[in-house]
């Protein structure tokens, strides 16, 4: 899944060697945060967030598990 999520962010920026993605995992699920340059925090989220909720759908189409998978996005 983390390496899905560092593919996709990866396409969508125009500074790709910025994109850091860390996982944590609590007794709720996994939790992504993935961190991209200030400039391109917005081609990552997208108008009203639809960029950022359709990262959202396929890594969440990916968890085989019946673990939570949550993702915040944030500016380096």
Known sequence: M???LEYIVKSLVSN???VEVTSTTDKHGINFKVKVDSKDLGCVI??????ANSI??????????????G???DAK
């Open 16 to 18: 790709p060697d910025v």
């Open 56 to 69: 959202r759908t396929v890594v969440k189409s990916l968890n085989t598990g019946k673990s939570r998978v």
């Open 46 to 51: 997208g108008r009203n967030g639809n960029i």
């Open 71 to 73: 993702i915040k996005f």
């Open 2 to 4: 983390q390496e899905m």
